[in-house]
């Protein structure tokens, strides 16, 4: 069994959200509202620290949104257990804002596709922009992100978790490395 190795402590967690907090504001224009929305479950409360840190920086109140993708998922056929639901709630007209989709890991981009379909069904951002906490790579849809605050190589077998308070008791960022097959001998 791997253990954690340990990416970002708090301090290190908490500085990565500042400084993607001031980017999100790059290129946004007055007349275009932004709008944070965090994709259930981590990334809400992502979403609430980017909206406190801009609001800190002079960006005024920011009103922030959660989406829950369960429905929204390809492989939904494939899932053993009934899906619980956590909803969605969007308190603002999506119509005409600047959208900022908000996620913990992005990995092979099947989440954030699932979370821009069930952002559109709710009316036409004029854009939708993407900022997760970690990118590990591994793509299997042309999904990139717009705002990144940690850019992490991993093995496509690894775990990447990002432990956020409220959700966590401790805030930090861990890789679990893939198990090495040890049943296997070299010949």
């Not at 993607?20 to 509202?33: K, N, S, Y």
């Amino acid at each position: 069994m791997s253990e954690d190795v340990r990416v970002c402590d708090a301090g290190e967690t908490g500085r990565l959200i500042q400084a993607m907090a001031g980017r999100i504001w790059d290129g946004a224009t007055p007349e275009t509202p932004v709008r944070l929305v965090g994709v259930r479950s981590r990334g809400v409360p992502l979403a609430q620290r980017l909206a406190a840190e801009a609001a800190a920086k002079g960006h005024g109140p920011i009103v922030v949104g959660a989406v829950d993708i369960t429905l929204y998922r390809d492989d939904l056929d494939q899932v053993r257990r009934w899906p619980v639901l956590h909803g969605t709630e969007i308190p603002f007209d999506v119509d005409g804002a600047d959208v900022v989709l908000v996620d913990d890991v992005l990995f092979t981009g099947r989440t954030i596709r699932a979370a821009i379909n069930a952002v559109c069904d709710l009316g036409r951002p004029s854009r939708i922009r993407l900022a997760v906490l970690v990118d590990r790579g591994g793509r299997e849809l042309p999904i990139q992100p717009d705002v990144v605050g940690l850019k992490l190589e991993t093995d496509l077998r690894d775990r990447v978790q990002v432990r956020l308070r409220p959700v966590d008791p401790v805030e930090e960022i861990v890789r679990t490395p893939a198990a090495s097959p040890s049943h296997l001998s070299p010949s």
